[in-house]
């Protein structure tokens, strides 16, 4: 199957693509006879080159969850476009009341972000990004809302052919 290769939760497989844990949730369910528990499990996957997705899965066992969430990840993947190593302007993901704000930043600056951006930042190869997290800081709307951001970004090609203008260059 996949082999670690560091101890951060990052696997890689045959197909280039990477995976990164970013949070389990332990769910109890109070039944006649006790507690059920189960897991759920929010898990990013990416090949560091601009391609980018996320997963949740749930099981009552924590691999059984992550593996179904790597496969959701893989299903519903798309493509970041960079310039350089960061992102091509600034840019505000929305999801519930999670919003994150994304702005481009100089080579060699880093990931200023934290926790889940900063994953989903790494899984899509993006190196130098500054962002800042507004409203709801749960892992799963963090994710989504960097998702969306990531989604509403344009190269300058396109928004050149949207408005039908020619580059100055």
Do not use: C, W
């Not at 990164?20 to 528990?37: D, E, S």
């Not at 969306?148 to 020619?166: A, M, N, P």
């Amino acid at each position: 199957m996949a082999n670690r290769n560091d101890s951060r939760n990052n696997r890689r497989n045959k197909d280039d693509i990477e995976d990164q844990l970013v949070a389990v949730n332990r769910i109890t369910k109070v039944v006649k006879g006790g507690r059920r528990m189960r897991f759920a499990a929010l898990v990013v996957v990416g090949d560091k080159k601009g391609r980018v997705g996320f997963g949740t899965g749930k099981a009552q066992e924590v691999p059984e969850a992550i593996r179904k969430a790597v496969e959701a990840g893989k299903k519903n993947m798309i493509n970041v476009p960079k310039v350089g190593t960061t992102i091509p302007h600034e840019v505000i993901g929305h999801y519930g009341s999670g919003n994150i704000m994304l702005k481009p930043a100089e080579a060699g600056s880093g990931v200023a972000a934290g926790g889940a951006v900063r994953i989903v930042m790494d899984m899509a190869g993006i190196a130098d990004v500054t962002s800042k997290s507004l409203g709801s800081n749960t892992p799963i709307n963090v994710v989504r809302a960097t998702m969306d951001g990531l989604k509403k970004l344009r190269t300058s090609e396109e928004v050149e052919k949207l408005r039908q203008i020619k580059s100055a260059d």
